[in-house]
């Protein structure tokens, strides 16, 4: 089994910033594609960014330009450095993973962390 945790949520102003990060473990292949997605209250789950295994890279256009999705393959872990954060991107933010050329729609990912609250006020 896949395990994944997210770290690095806060409270922070508009305009700010802050880094998440997921650390993988467990059996992971070399076609495995990561992403992140965020739920804030009363609304559906949505993707944010995701990352391919062979380094592909989308963003959901609402955080094109101020959000960036990396990995570390060396250290089993995804960033999403987000910058000027609006009120809006406030939500619980999800790790998510999974074997196979992904996409952006939850259903397809079979690995989940906890979530790692972002507010921005």
């Known amino acids: 089994d896949v395990q994944l945790v997210e770290s690095g949520g806060g409270s922070v102003q508009a305009g700010g910033s802050l ?3 997921c650390a993988a473990s467990g059996a992971t292949y070399s ?9 804030a209250p009363g609304k559906e789950r949505e993707g944010v960014a995701r990352i391919e295994s062979d380094g592909s890279i989308s963003y959901a256009d609402s955080v094109k330009g101020r959000f960036t ?3 570390d393959n060396a250290k089993n ?3 999403l450095q987000m ?3 609006k009120p809006e991107d406030t939500a619980l933010y999800y790790c998510a993973g999974g074997n196979g050329y992904c996409n ?16 921005v006020s």
């Open 104 to 119: 952006m729609r939850p259903s397809w990912y079979p690995n989940w962390g906890q979530g790692t609250q972002v507010t």
């Open 69 to 71: 999705i990396s990995k």
């Open 83 to 85: 910058n000027s954060l």
């Open 77 to 79: 872990t995804l960033y």
């Open 19 to 21: 880094r998440l990060s």
């Open 31 to 39: 076609n495995y594609c990561m992403a992140w997605f965020r739920q």
